[in-house]
């Protein structure tokens, strides 16, 4: 790093340095909520510009690919799900649930300062354990087998999270390393499990799970006729605000925001960073594994197979929580975005383009979630520099900078 | 007279709707050392970083050498041979002392770093300076002390001709900061020409030319330091008179509430102890002071007793308890609290709010917290109590980001939470470090008010003025051992020196 790097970054951080010695002023004062919500605002707009980037650097791919269709080629993405093919639609859902969850796993664990690049062992081994008791559980009541499997899930999944929690916060392991090994792991343990016990060698993947264990539909898919969709989505927002309302309203939240902020002054304060690193890694891995659970048991004909690939849901995650800036509901909505395009990157082929496009300008547009930080960073600095021109053109009011007399501070220690 | 080096004219510099430099005029002579004086948030440290080009400022202009001069960035600086030692230092932590000192100006060979021809420049200016560092050591393994020494020749490593010392002298000891004196002396007679940002007065009258005072963000006066006295010095600066004795009254002395037995602390890879047998003992209605040099074991002397990092061995008591083996939340439920010599790694949590600080230890207790949900009202509500109590200042009150606060605000911030959670032993580490006087004042004051109020205080301070005026009782620390055991109307700087040199060790007491 430069010199003037650091001095460069300092710059920003020491903005509000100076702001120090004036007193509050009731009508400026924000609470706490109003204040997240105008930071969360600066997220959703540079999340957007993300996207918009993104486009942009697919469009010019389109017309490099071919100019004469391109026009054709961004409309088709842009509808993803939406051409008016329930069965898209549905797809575009279906896509969209595991990475919500994986993106959930990924973004939770991080509000804790963990990069959990496990979630697609943990996404495996939750769905393999849903997969066997939905196979496996003859004796369990229909009624209830779905739910039976998704404990099953959290559970899988939870114990492959906690093993990098465990070596994180007792041997200091970086999770980022034993986490990717974990995912090799379970990979081989999938494949294990899945040919000793409910193999379908003719197909070489995992049997059909049976329609009772599937995840109920609540009457979904005949309202809406060829979508396949069941309650996966809704399950999925519940998750997401209920891992919104931990990190942001509970006790528990509040240690994983400070460990995750600064692990020294947590430690100085007494909070266990370890507790905190293994029960954030425990719930993460929960998380991923009903992710599996949401895949292969909502009735939409995938299977489990035993092709020694590491599931992409769970890298696929990565980005979905990236874009959304690691806010949990936010997760929600890059997730139903990302698997959208998907989508509408498979309908390109239509316009001749190779299926193989949509994943460069995925790539891109999660690429420009990376900088997403850096379009907050514009944002504050617009929204701020438009903020003063306005002071200046309203003059030394009531407003302006002339309210602050010396007099009306108050002396050091008076 | 000679001529000016640098004209800043009429500069401002708002942020939002609050204007931290209002006009201020000042010019530096070559080879003078021109002191800024001002309270926390007078501006004195904005105005050196629109110098140093880290701040645009709105108006005003910048003549450097008599050319008018743009600085847009440190870089834009530093090509004008402005260089600066930072208050909060700018060092990579895992970098060694020779590669933060050479980092953005390392002498190359074929696009290599020539480290062979760096080290040398660098040992031999440590040398000329009598700057001691240890050049293969890593950043994050020296102290504060050391770091800021790394951070001043740094700057001489650049050849500066215009050099900027904020608030340079506040971890030295006496006898560092008579040596720093002395070098800022010797700079300014070769021709260099130096700002010097402080709070003491006692260092411009040794060292300053000239001084100018700001008060808030207002340019009040520039004055030759030789007509001019501390007193009016202070009173320009605060607006009012300032009382420099510590009002200290007779109490008697209760029983015995911390004490410690025998604490050892190993060191990595070396033999020598960080903290070697060490036994001690507060009052209750006291204040003991531990004296020293930074880095002879006190800040691992402190984890010990905070079980930050527990010692090898060693008992420590609290209230007649043995709490060697509690844990942190433990100590501080049964009635420890701790003023953390690293404000900004132990002290806060900089991004979470200013409300959510005050309760880094208490967030779990019932009061604020329901059913494992957190009571943000009640929290709000303490918050706004203890910013009134303890005259926190910041932008936003209790919703300010940690960050968003002067480091005295930080400061105050942390007292205010360890202070009113009614401990029986307040450790406090460098409490005022980098405060101005009112800061200070206000402090020492609470501390002191604390001890009247029958609490003990362990007091741990590289200076000697604090040292002296607070305390009951002064320890001296020297290598990791207490040295000494003295009353402080039986001592004086001079002896207290020796005491911490390590050239005089009390008979008896190793």
């Known amino acids: ?414 | 007279m000679s001529k000016n080096v640098i004209e800043m004219d009429h500069i401002t510099k708002r942020f939002g709707n609050f204007t931290a430099v209002d006009d201020v005029t000042f010019h530096l002579r070559q080879g003078e050392i021109h002191a800024l004086l001002g309270e926390n948030g007078a501006g004195k440290t904005t105005l050196v970083n629109v110098l140093f080009g880290l701040y645009a400022h709105e108006a005003g202009t910048i003549r450097i050498k008599g050319e008018p001069a743009t600085l847009k960035n440190p870089n834009d600086a530093n090509d004008y041979g402005i260089g600066m030692v930072h208050q909060h230092f700018m060092l990579v932590q895992n970098f060694t002392v020779l590669e933060s000192i050479i980092l953005g100006d390392e002498p190359t060979k074929a696009g290599i770093i020539n480290k062979g021809k760096a080290l040398e420049k660098a040992l031999e200016i440590s040398e000329r300076y009598k700057l001691a560092i240890d050049p293969d050591a890593e950043i994050r393994n020296i102290t504060v002390g050391q770091q800021q020494r790394v951070e001043i020749l740094k700057m001489l490593f650049r050849e500066n001709e215009i050099l900027i010392f904020d608030e340079p002298t506040a971890v030295l000891t006496p006898q560092e900061i008579d040596e720093l004196m002395s070098i800022m002396r010797n700079l300014a007679d070769e021709g260099k020409s130096i700002i010097f940002i402080t709070h003491k007065l006692n260092e411009i009258q040794k060292v300053a030319d000239r001084v100018t005072i700001l008060r808030k963000g207002k340019h009040i006066v520039t004055l030759d330091v030789a007509d001019t006295t501390a007193e009016e010095m202070s009173e320009l600066m605060v607006g009012r008179a300032i009382d420099f004795d510590v009002d200290k009254p007779e109490i008697e002395r209760g029983d015995v509430v911390f004490s410690c037995e025998n604490i050892t602390v190993k060191r990595e890879h070396s033999t020598k102890n960080a903290v070697h047998d060490v036994s001690l003992e507060v009052h209750a209605g006291e204040i003991v002071s531990i004296a020293g040099v930074d880095g002879n074991g006190q800040s691992e002397l402190v984890y010990a007793l905070t079980g930050i990092t527990p010692p090898d061995e060693g008992r420590i008591f609290l209230n007649g308890h043995d709490i060697s083996k509690s844990s942190i939340r433990e100590r501080t439920e049964a009635g420890m609290a701790h003023i953390p010599e690293d404000r900004q790694r132990f002290g806060m949590i900089l991004d979470l709010s200013l409300a959510n600080n005050l309760v880094l230890q208490t967030y779990y207790q019932p009061r604020f917290q329901k059913h494992g949900f957190m009571r943000f009202d009640s929290i709000r509500g303490y918050a706004d109590e203890l910013i009134g109590r303890f005259d926190i200042r910041s932008s936003e009150g209790a919703g300010s980001m940690g960050r968003a606060l002067s480091g005295g605000n930080q400061q105050k911030a942390i007292v205010a939470r360890e202070l009113d959670r009614e401990a029986d032993i307040i450790i406090a580490v460098q409490p005022v470090r980098g405060l101005d006087v009112g800061a200070i004042e206000y402090i020492h004051g609470q501390l002191l008010e604390q001890r009247n109020r029958g609490k003990g205080v362990l007091l741990v301070s590289f200076e000697l003025d604090e040292v002296t005026n607070l305390s009951d009782r002064i320890l001296v620390m020297y290598e990791g051992e207490i040295v000494a055991d003295l009353d402080p109307d039986q001592t004086d700087e001079r002896e207290l020196g020796l005491y911490m040199a390590g050239k005089k060790k009390e008979v008896g007491h190793v």
């Not at chain 1, 509000?111 to 081994?125: C, D, E, R, T, Y």
């Not at chain 1, 954030?280 to 004909?301: D, E, R």
């Open chain 1, 1 to 414: 790093m430069s010199d003037s790097g650091t001095n460069k970054d300092q710059k920003f951080r020491n903005k509000p340095l100076q702001v120090e010695s004036r007193s509050p002023l009731p009508e400026e004062e924000l609470s706490l909520p109003q204040q997240a919500r105008s930071k969360g605002s600066y997220s959703f707009f540079a999340s957007l510009m993300a996207i918009i980037t993104g486009l942009l650097v697919g469009v010019m791919i389109l017309l490099f690919a071919n100019p004469s269709r391109a026009g054709q080629g961004l409309l088709t993405i842009l509808k993803g799900g939406m051409t008016g093919s329930p069965t898209q639609f549905g797809q575009s859902i279906a896509t969209a649930i595991p990475i919500i969850m994986t993106g959930l796993s990924v973004a939770f664990a991080y509000k804790s300062g963990l990069f959990n690049i496990g979630a697609s062992g943990q996404f495996m081994v939750g769905g393999v354990c849903a997969v066997f008791v939905a196979i496996k559980g003859t004796m369990i009541p229909g009624s209830v087998l779905w739910i039976v499997c998704m404990l099953a899930a959290i559970a899988g999944g939870a114990i492959w999270g906690s093993v990098p929690g465990i070596l994180k916060a007792y041997f200091k392991v970086n999770e980022v390393i034993t986490s990717i090994m974990m995912n090799y792991i379970g990979m081989y343990l999938v494949k294990i499990i899945i040919e000793q016990t409910i193999y379908d060698a003719r197909y070489a993947r995992a049997l059909n799970v049976p329609v009772r264990a599937e995840i109920p539909t609540l009457g979904l898919d005949t309202a809406f006729p060829g979508t396949n969709l069941n309650i996966s989505l809704l399950l999925c927002l519940i998750f997401c605000l209920i891992i919104f309302v931990i990190s942001s309203r509970t006790v528990f939240g509040y240690e994983l925001t400070a460990v995750g902020l600064n692990p020294d002054a947590s430690r100085y304060a007494g909070i266990s960073s370890n507790r905190t690193v293994i029960i954030a890694m425990v719930i993460a891995g929960a998380l991923s594994g009903i992710g599996g659970f949401m895949m292969y048991l909502g009735g939409t004909g995938v299977y489990m197979e035993t092709n020694e690939i590491v599931a992409l849901q769970g890298f696929n995650g990565i980005p979905v929580a990236l874009l959304a800036m690691n806010h949990p509901i936010g997760v929600f909505f890059t997730g139903l975005f990302i698997g959208q395009i998907t989508i509408g990157g498979e309908n390109l082929q239509l316009f001749g383009y190779s299926k193989e496009i949509i994943d460069m300008i995925i790539a891109v547009i999660l690429y420009c979630a990376a900088f997403s930080l850096i379009f907050k960073q514009m944002l504050y600095r617009i929204v701020s520099s438009i903020k003063k021109r306005r002071q200046k053109t309203r003059g030394v009011g009531p407003q302006g900078p002339g309210r602050y007399t010396p007099a009306d501070k108050k002396e050091v220690s008076s």
